[in-house]
């Protein structure tokens, strides 16, 4: 008998899973964007930024990851956008079995883009499908310059690194051209993009960015950029 180590088999049977959650996004026209970073980069706060930004043009709708709490799925509630909870007790990331179950009580087939906020972890989440099409990173830049290059996974996974907390770089004292230089050293086909949730800097090229990638996308009827 042939031996298949466990973590092998986990992700083989996992993809499996994520390219059944893909066929079935595609199959409602639902884009699919995987949002990643280490705890408190500021996932929730620039989902719900662009979230208002993207509203007027798009039927949204959330998908929330968290160990323990239910709290991010009610800071999106609060902005009338549908959020559903997952929490995952000791498991430090999301997997596509568990998009799969929740997408069961989650099943509106005319949302446009959903959003799914991974755990906050800056290297499990990467290792896993969910059967997104985007992924996007938020690469807080008070966490140094030198995270790309010790964490390369989720930076190279990324189709979009999002560089935010731009507004304390005068108190932080990270040199912003050097972590820029280390993301594109990890992966160089990245789209990345300054940005601050705080004071709003960079968030209308960023909603502009993904508003420009989604038509892209919905016109191509394919995910293609997994
Ligand atoms: N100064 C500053 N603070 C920010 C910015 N973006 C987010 N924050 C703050 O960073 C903290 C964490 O933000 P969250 O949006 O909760 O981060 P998160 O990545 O969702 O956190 P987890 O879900 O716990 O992993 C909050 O106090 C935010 O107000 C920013 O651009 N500048
Ligand atoms: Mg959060």
Known sequence: MQKVPVDVDVRRSNNETAEANRALFEARGTRVVNLMSAPGAGKTTLLGATLSRLRPFYRVAVIEG?????????????????ALQITTGTVC??????????????????????FIENV???????EFDLGEHLRVMVCSVVDGAEKPK?????????????????????????????????????????????????????????????KQWTEASLMQDVGGWT
Not at 120 to 126: K, Y
Not at 173 to 198: K, M
Request: hydrophobic share 45%.
């Open 66 to 82: 968290d160990l323990q709490t239910t709290l991010d799925a009610d800071r999106i509630n609060e902005l009338n956008v549908p």
């Open 93 to 114: 990331h999301l997997d596509a079995r568990m998009i799969a179950r929740t997408l069961a009580d989650f099943p509106d087939p005319s949302t446009d883009i959903l």
């Open 120 to 126: 906050g972890n800056l290297v499990c989440p990467a």
């Open 150 to 210: 010790k964490y390369p996974l989720m930076f190279h996974k990324a189709h979009v690194v999002l560089l935010n907390k731009i507004d304390l770089i005068p108190y932080a004292g990270v040199d912003l051209r050097a972590l820029e230089a280390n993301v594109r050293e990890v992966n160089p086909h990245a789209t990345v993009l300054r940005v601050s949730c705080r004071t709003g800097e960079g968030l209308d090229d960023w909603c502009g960015w993904l």
